[in-house]
Structure formats: structure tokens, C-alpha cells
């Protein structure tokens, strides 16, 4: 399996101040048929399910704001909020779909400073 | 509108099965590509990946539990079941099942739309 690894597990940002959360994979996620990096973002907010932010690295789903951004390549991949805003305390999970089982990273706490 | 609903017991007692039901609308689980899985996340921890059904019947299960696994649907009733045997306390936690998403047409292993969830206590 491919293990993902999320840093930090917290971290409190100033409102309109920029988020950045990491994301490593053991493995590449890099298809190199289709150059594409099979790895999404999700949010989850306190009581909910996670919600799709990101796919294909840096795609952002229909909806989801342009101050969420996904970068990286390979096995190093980031997902930055440029402008913290109230509602986008959650927790942040990354995840591999290169290879079955598809797998998550810990999650990433993000609050307000 | 994609909708998923995970129905099911809230408390079951170790060493029995688990049974749980993902009822669907906005798509059909006969349309080619169209894929229904199943993720667990225990309380405070990360998500978990435990099967997913095809279209076509074919299934996947997670390696560490497909013994334990069996996912079917019922495309009559739009549902899709999740069966977990010989469950354990660590089995406690949220179970939610979720839409397979796609990209130009292509389905691929991340999840756009998923239910709110069902959590389900292991306790004698």
C-alpha cells in the first residue's frame, strides 16, 4: 500500500493569513502515460463528511473556491489557502488513487490563530 | 442531484456481522463507469478506504479486511450493502459510503459526493 503523509497534524493561521499543508507519498502518483499525479484533497468540517477540493493534484472541484490551491508532483504535493477564511476551519486530507487500496493521509487541523 | 444515505445498526456486539445499506439517487450503478464505495473513519482518527462495487459486479476489497468484507448492490432499489463479520471494538466508527468520481468522462479512484455518514459503536 502506498502510505501518505501529512504535515503538520495542526496548525493555526491569522484570518486572511495563507495555509500551507504538505502531503508525501511512499510511492510516486505520477502516471507518466497521462503526466497526471493521482492525488486529492479533501476537507472535513466538524460533523461532516469529507468534502472533494482537489483532484488530479491541482484541479479544483466545480464550486470550491480559487483561494484553495494544489501543487507538486511525484511523491511532494501542498495544498495552500491563500487567504484563511472562518469557514475554512477543517481538517485537510490528502489521498493517492494511483494504486488500489486507494489511502489518506492523517489529516491536518487547520484553525484559527 | 447526487444524493447517498448510509442506514444501519448503531450498536452491535463483538463477534457479530455488521450490515449496512447505502441507498442512492441522481445516478444508476447500471451506467458504465459508475462505481459505490465504502470509507470508515473511527472517531477522532483518518479515513479508511474498504471496498468498492462496479457497475459490473466487479468489487474490490481493502487487503487488511477483505476477509471479513462483502459488498453487493441492488440496482432494483438503488442500494448498495456492506456485510462486515466478526466485528471487533476497533471497528468502531463513522462508515460512509461514497460516489466514485470521473474526469473527462473517465472514472478514477478519488470520491465526489459522499453520505453524511452513519456511526456504528462495537460494544458487548
Known amino acids: 500500500d502506498i502510505v501518505m503523509t501529512q504535515s503538520p497534524d495542526s496548525l493555526a493561521v491569522s484570518l486572511g493569513e495563507r495555509a500551507t499543508i504538505t502531503c508525501k507519498s511512499s510511492q510516486s502518483v505520477l502516471y507518466t502515460s497521462n503526466n497526471k499525479n493521482y492525488l486529492a484533497w479533501y476537507q472535513q468540517k466538524p460533523g461532516q463528511p469529507p468534502n472533494l477540493l482537489i483532484f488530479w493534484a491541482s484541479t479544483r472541484e466545480s464550486g470550491v473556491p480559487d483561494r484553495f490551491s494544489g501543487s507538486g508532483s511525484g511523491t511532494d504535493f501542498t495544498l495552500t489557502i491563500s487567504s484563511l477564511q472562518a469557514e475554512d476551519v477543517a481538517v485537510y486530507y490528502c489521498?493517492?488513487?494511483?494504486?488500489?487500496?486507494?489511502?489518506f493521509g492523517q489529516g491536518t487541523k487547520v484553525e484559527i490563530k | 442531484q447526487i444524493t447517498l444515505k448510509e442506514s444501519g445498526p448503531t450498536l452491535v456486539k463483538p463477534t457479530q456481522t455488521l450490515t449496512l445499506t447505502c441507498t442512492f439517487s441522481g445516478f444508476s450503478l447500471t451506467t458504465t463507469g459508475v462505481g459505490v464505495g465504502w470509507i470508515r473513519q473511527p472517531p477522532g482518527k483518518a479515513l479508511e478506504w474498504l471496498a468498492l462495487?462496479?457497475?459490473?459486479?466487479?468489487?474490490r476489497y481493502s487487503p487488511s479486511l477483505k476477509s471479513r468484507l462483502t459488498i453487493i448492490k441492488d440496482t432494483s432499489k438503488n442500494q448498495v450493502v456492506l456485510t462486515m463479520t466478526d466485528v471487533h471494538p476497533e471497528d468502531t466508527a463513522t462508515y460512509y459510503c461514497a460516489h466514485r468520481g470521473h474526469s473527462d468522462g473517465l472514472p478514477y479512484w478519488f470520491f465526489d459526493l459522499w453520505g453524511r455518514g452513519t456511526l456504528i459503536t462495537v460494544s458487548s
Open positions: 489521498q493517492q488513487y494511483y494504486s488500489t487500496p486507494p489511502t
Open positions: 462495487i462496479y457497475w459490473n459486479d466487479d468489487k
